[in-house]
């Protein structure tokens, strides 16, 4: 069974300043993986994926995440904050075994943006 | 385009009640997916209907079912509801085949009291 962990649930940076949320994952075999945020009351926006190919992935907003196996991780990085960034991000992964696996997600890390 | 159209945005029910949610798929995709997301935690997956039958199913107990319709819109139904059951429940979207990823709904968010 896949797992997903996001160490620390809340992440404060200034404006201007590095975003980096980790996330590390637990299978087999290596899984698609995705990075979703999530703005109070709403549901989940999809900001990025791997599946296969080059493991550095561009978002949208400026985010992109890096996949490495050997490190069984996939770090989210913004390199300058916006206030607009703040929100709930959770990482999640799919098992890439067939259509429509399901999403096993982490529990989410909350961002907050200092002016 | 519309996306993932889920119906009610809130919903309080009472211990006991039975509850439903409904969810249209964005258009072109065949396959709906439900999930639970408590507060503070992250989704947690309860089941996915393709061509009107539950393909796969997550560690939820049978008071929650389900159903997909023929235009591909789903419901979720929850019986006996619990204090435990107050959540936001998203719906995500998806093609059987040729599969490249899932769009969520904004979702219904339960409150038992």
């Known amino acids: 069974a896949q797992s997903v962990t996001q160490l620390g649930s809340h992440v404060s940076v200034s404006e201007g300043a590095l975003v980096l949320l980790r996330c590390n994952y637990s299978?087999?075999?290596?899984?698609?993986l995705f990075w979703y945020v999530q703005y109070p009351n709403q549901g989940l926006q999809l900001l990025l994926k791997?599946?296969?190919?080059?493991?550095l992935v561009k978002g949208i907003n400026g985010f992109e995440a890096e996949f490495k196996k050997s490190e069984t991780s996939f770090h989210l990085t913004k390199p300058s904050a916006h206030m607009s960034d703040a929100a709930e991000y959770f990482c999640?992964?799919?098992?890439?075994?067939?259509?429509?696996?399901?999403?096993?997600f982490g529990k989410g890390i909350t961002l907050s943006v200092r002016p | 385009d519309a996306g993932v159209t889920q119906s009610p945005t809130h919903l309080i029910k009472t211990r006991g009640q039975q509850v439903t949610l409904r969810c249209s798929p964005k258009?072109?995709?065949?396959?709906v997916s439900w999930y639970q997301q408590a507060l503070g935690q992250g989704p947690q997956f309860i089941f996915q209907?393709?061509?009107?039958?539950?393909?796969q199913r997550g560690n939820f107990p049978d008071r929650f079912s389900g159903h997909q319709f023929p235009n591909y819109s789903s419901e979720l139904n929850v019986n006996a509801l619990l204090l435990g059951d107050s959540a936001l429940y998203l719906c995500?979207?998806?093609?059987?085949?040729?599969?490249?990823?899932?769009?969520f709904g904004s979702g219904t968010r339960l409150t038992v009291v």
């Open positions: 299978s087999s075999v290596p899984p698609y």
């Open positions: 999640a992964a799919l098992a890439p075994t067939g259509a429509n696996s399901k999403l096993t």
């Open positions: 258009s072109g995709h065949d396959t």
């Open positions: 995500a979207s998806s093609s059987y085949r040729g599969w490249w990823g899932y769009t």
């Open positions: 791997y599946t296969t190919g080059a493991t």
């Open positions: 209907y393709y061509e009107e039958e539950e393909r």
